[in-house]
């Protein structure tokens, strides 16, 4: 399975981003979606996760300023980020859970990251 995370970039403090992360290869079905970052110098975070059935979770520290969104035709997630923060700053990556077949199990796979840089 290859992921494709686009939509990272420099914006201003206040500002906002899309990213999209497309997800291909050998798909039946993907159960869990979701976004982690990571900033310079500290470790990888969880920012979102969502359910084959829609259902978004996020930890009480992104609660209010991001939106993640799945589109199962398009093997697509999404995480709309608003009121940008300097501190948002980071590579972030997209991660999934897929299987090949009705009858394989789930495996893990994630994305090569895009840049997003919030600037003060």
């Known amino acids: 399975v290859q992921l494709q995370a686009s939509g990272g970039g420099l914006v201003q403090a206040g500002g906002s981003l899309r990213l999209s992360c497309a997800a291909s290869?050998?798909?039946?079905?993907?159960?869990?979606m979701g976004w982690y970052r990571q900033a310079p110098g500290k470790q990888r975070e969880l920012v979102a996760y969502?359910?084959?059935?829609?259902?978004?979770n996020y930890p009480d520290s992104m609660k209010g300023r991001f939106t993640i969104s799945r589109d199962n035709a398009k093997n697509t997630v999404y995480l709309q980020m608003n009121s940008l923060k300097p501190e948002d700053t980071g590579v972030y990556y997209c991660?999934?859970?897929?299987?090949?077949?009705?009858?394989?199990?789930?495996?893990?796979?994630w994305g090569q990251g895009t840049l997003v840089t919030v600037s003060s």
């Open positions: 290869g050998s798909i039946f079905n993907i159960n869990v």
């Open positions: 991660n999934l859970y897929s299987r090949p077949s009705p009858d394989a199990p789930y495996m893990n796979s």
């Open positions: 969502i359910r084959s059935g829609g259902t978004a």
